[in-house]
């Protein structure tokens, strides 16, 4: 048999901040992946609703419900035994609406307005020598529950950069550093972060919108989550990107009209992920593609249908076999004969 991946990264995501998952359903999870030959599994373990890694250094930030360390390292070798590797995501400095009313002093901005997915009002944390300390010591957390994890996912999406143009200490620090604008603010947070990450041995991860200045470190791997466009641009900027377009590969999106789901990306079903094609991205820009994935935000089914599974796997099924087929071929395939194969027949 002559057969390799195109992609060299083939992942999944899955959301355990808007939703506990159980150990068990982690290992169904891992499972399915090895079957379809995905190898990258994010763990998205923070985000407004709750933070769920069992952080010791900010303990009353931590949900109720969440894993033990040894839990999430056991898994991470049975994981690795199975050829996947776990990518743990913090996500900061926004999407922590959680961590702010455990820790407000970390924030400390008013929130402008803004409603992040659950309705709660956004809130980013502060630009200071706190809070680097405090992430630091949580991803040096992360880093000794990870040990075999290449990155760490520092996160960096949709930040409400407007509360920062409001803070006094804010503006300091930018006329200090010479910053133009929050823009520049946010790219000097995320090269403190960088700097963090790389004293654990590892290389960061980060969405689309923290490497849109094309100033953080090259070394960074950027993952495309909006447009096909955004992905582009950020290839253009010289970033290995995992590809991630939510029109495609966003799994949380209901597949009709009348399912429940999310549909801001697109209301998509499996043809449409198998018809992905990266005939509209060049060479140059091809030869930092690392891969595909898939994400699976849960924050559209919590409040209803927080332990019943079979939505997860409604949702996911079939569109992550063609997620996995597009990684494996670098593209996808005729719908007939796709849809054949996929049919049994
Ligand atoms: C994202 O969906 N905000 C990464």
Redesign the pocket.
């Known amino acids: 048999i002559a057969d390799k991946p195109d992609s060299q990264w083939r992942g999944v995501m899955l959301d355990l901040a808007r939703c506990y998952h159980e150990m068990e359903h982690l290992y169904a999870v891992a499972d399915l992946c090895w079957l379809l030959k995905i190898n990258r599994l994010q763990l998205h373990f923070t985000d407004d609703c709750a933070v769920r890694f069992p952080f010791i250094s900010v303990p009353k930030a931590v949900s109720k419900k969440h894993h033990t360390k040894q839990e999430l390292a056991e898994f991470a070798a049975y994981c690795k035994e199975r050829g996947i590797v776990i990518v743990p995501e913090i996500?900061a400095p926004g999407?922590f609406w959680a961590f702010s009313k455990a820790y407000p002093a970390l924030f400390g901005l008013k929130p402008d307005g803004l409603q992040g997915a659950e309705g709660n009002l956004s809130s980013i944390m502060r630009v200071d020598s706190s809070v680097f300390d405090t992430l630091k010591a949580m991803y040096a957390e992360v880093a000794e529950v990870f040990p075999d994890s290449p990155w760490i996912h520092i996160?960096g999406?949709?930040v409400s950069t407007s509360q920062w143009s409001r803070c006094p200490d804010c503006k300091a620090l930018m006329e200090r550093e010479g910053m133009k604008d929050v823009g520049e603010l946010q790219d000097y947070f995320t090269a403190r972060m960088e700097r963090i990450v790389a004293k654990y041995g590892k290389r960061t991860g980060v969405?689309n919108e923290a490497a849109k200045s094309g100033s953080i470190d090259k070394g960074s791997l950027v993952?495309g989550?909006?447009r096909a466009k955004a992905c582009r641009e950020v290839l253009d900027k010289g970033y290995t990107t995992v590809v991630m377009p939510?029109e495609y590969f966003?799994f949380d999106m209901r597949q009709s009209q009348r399912e429940e789901g999310h549909d801001w990306a697109a209301i998509f079903d499996v043809r449409k992920t198998i018809g992905f094609s990266f005939e509209d991205f060049t060479p140059e820009q091809m030869s930092r593609v690392a891969g595909v994935q898939a994400?699976f935000?849960s924050e559209a089914y919590i409040s209803r249908r927080e332990y019943d599974y079979d939505f997860l796997y409604y949702q996911t099924y079939p569109r992550i076999c063609a997620l996995s087929e597009v990684a494996w071929r670098g593209e996808g395939a005729q719908w007939e004969e796709f849809n054949a194969r996929l049919l049994g027949a």
């Open positions: 996500d999407h996160g999406d949709e969405w993952y989550w909006e939510g966003y994400s935000f």
